[in-house]
Every structure is written in C-alpha cells, then in structure tokens.
C-alpha cells in the first residue's frame, strides 16, 4: 500500500480501518516529509499490526525525479496529500501562497500520482483513493484559489477513472466536507456538518468496498453542494460563502 500524506489524521485513520479488516500488506510505503513524525505513526503500526512499513521521504515541492522510486509497487495507493493555505481575503495577492496551493493540491500532486497509475496499468490491476474537496464544485470567494485546484484535481481523477476502466484500475474521489484536522484548526467549523477522521476513514473504506467512483464523506455535503451548484450565477456572484 502507498500512501501520499501519511502525516494526515484521515490518512492515518484509513490505514488502520484497513489493517482492522485484516487486510495485510507486504509493506505499506509512507510518504512524508516530515520523517520524525512519520516514524510514530510506522512504529505504532508495527506494535498494534505487526504490520511492515518503510518511510519514504519525499518533498512533493522540490521532488521530481521518480526514478527513486521504481522499486514501490501496489495495488492501492491512498492519497490525502492537501494544503489549504491562506483565506482569499489574507492571501489573494500572495503569489507564493497561491503557487504553493496550486503545486501541492495539483500541479505537483498529478505527476506523482500518474506515476504510480503507470505502474497498475502495466498489471492490469489496482485502486486509487484520493481526496479532494467540495471546495472544488463551485468556485467561491472565501477559497476560491484552493477551489479551483480541487476542481483540477476532482477532474483529473475522472478522467485517469475513465482512462484505466479498461485495465481494469479503479480510480475513487473522495469529497470531504468540513473535517476536524490540523488543516482546518481554529476555523469555525459548524460541528453537525464536520467529519472526524474515524468518521472519514469509514466512510472512505466502505466506498472502497462497494468501488464506489466518487463518495461524501458526510452525506448531508452531497445535498448542500447539488443546492450550491444549482443557485444562479446572478444570484451565487452577491452571496458571501
């Protein structure tokens, strides 16, 4: 199993939901920049699973030689690699906020994970978990710049789920509404429509089950944003969401 973001809650959540289903793994392969961090989390897979794990540190910013990273294969690949960056109303004209929203949520995110999708297409098997966000079905003034790169990011996995069908990989989006993470810390967060990440990590493995092709972590966020996408854009441009 490969894991992109092995330091989010919802990342961390998953693989143990997994291991509980007594699903094992030859390894599980956990990337991170942040080794130190990473290397409770592999310790504590090894003492509560016996499960074997190696890190794998990899700065999506500054990583783009794979080549490294040809001897990793699996049959699931599990990705919660995100960044929220600033508000657009404290980082609009912030370049570097917004290149870095762009690089981590899309432009450096999709090689690497192409990369992999390679390597299940040559076997003719897999599945590709990855999360996004309803951030990206409808551009609004509060995160639009961080909407905008979910909504590449939520197009690209339709399209890679289109393009392996035939090869027989399995491509499932995820949608998260509000979730209670070290991302969203000290906003206000309106608790009935606010996953945890054991809420996320269940939901996520029972899309999984059922090769769902795209799943709501909370169902209620499928009904608010089919409400939201269909409010008339004369009407959406005066609200304040």
């Not at 040559?122 to 996004?132: E, F, Y």
């Amino acid at each position: 199993m490969i894991v992109l973001g092995s330091n989010s809650e919802v990342a961390q959540a998953f693989v143990e939901r997994i291991l509980k289903e007594k699903l094992k793994f030859e390894k599980i392969y956990l990337f991170t920049s942040n080794v130190e961090t990473t290397e409770k989390f592999a310790k504590h897979l090894d003492v509560k699973f016996l499960q074997q794990t190696e890190i794998v540190e990899f700065d999506i910013l500054k990583s783009e030689d794979y080549s490294k990273l040809d001897y990793i294969n699996s049959n699931l690949l599990f990705c919660a690699t995100g960044y929220l960056g600033q508000s657009t109303e404290d980082g609009l004209y912030n370049s570097k906020n917004t290149q870095k929203i762009v690089d981590i949520n899309y432009g450096k995110l999709i090689p690497l994970i192409t990369y992999f999708a390679k390597k299940m297409e040559q076997k003719r098997t897999g599945t590709i978990i990855a999360l996004s966000s309803v951030a990206g079905e409808r551009g609004r003034q509060s995160n639009f710049i961080y909407g905008s790169a979910k909504a590449g990011f939520t197009a690209y996995l339709s399209g890679l789920r289109n393009f392996l069908f035939k090869n027989n990989v399995h491509v499932l989006t995820i949608k998260p509404g509000f979730m209670e993470t070290k991302m969203t810390e000290g906003l206000p967060l309106n608790p009935k429509l606010t996953a945890t990440p054991k809420q996320a990590a269940d939901s996520i493995y029972n899309a999984f089950k059922k090769k769902k092709n795209v799943a709501y972590v909370l169902p209620i966020w499928a009904i608010i944003m089919l409400i939201i996408r269909n409010i008339p854009e004369f009407i959406f441009k005066k609200l304040k969401l």
